[in-house]
């Protein structure tokens, strides 16, 4: 198996280059979305690197869509086809949805009367 893995896919250390990246990143404490662009943008330069035929339109359909392996291993082929942006999307939309309740609920003082209420339940009264 491995021998179908090194003739369809390229292994080297600096494939590894991506994820080096957002470990210094996340130890220098940068913040979140600025480190998962530059990972990204590095993961593509190192792609365009490692063939330099490919196109921006193959590329930019990678990170959409996902990559779909061709090896004729079933096995490897689930392996290696996962799924992009696209697939991920409805995830996106419901954290994106939940943390715009929240913060509808933190402007009306919502969520402050909720847990002031709750308190009174928890703490003993004086007196």
Do not use: C, R
């Not at 590095?42 to 330099?52: A, S, T």
Request: overall charge positive; hydrophobic content about 55%; aromatic content about 8%.
């Amino acid at each position: 198996m491995m021998q179908q893995v090194k003739q369809y896919f390229w292994i080297s250390p600096w494939a590894l280059t991506p994820v080096v990246l957002l470990l210094i990143l996340a130890w220098m404490k940068i913040p979140a979305v600025p480190s998962l662009i530059a990972g990204s943008a590095m993961g593509l330069l190192v792609g365009v690197i490692h063939n330099p035929k490919v196109s921006i339109s193959t590329l930019t359909n990678y990170v959409m869509n996902g990559y779909v392996a061709h090896t004729g291993n079933k096995m490897l082929d689930t392996l290696f086809s996962k799924g992009g942006i696209s697939s991920m999307l409805s995830s996106v939309a419901l954290i994106i949805l939940a943390l715009a309740l929240g913060g509808i609920l933190i402007k009306f003082n919502i969520i402050s009367v909720l847990i002031n209420k709750m308190a009174t339940f928890v703490t003993p009264q004086e007196g």
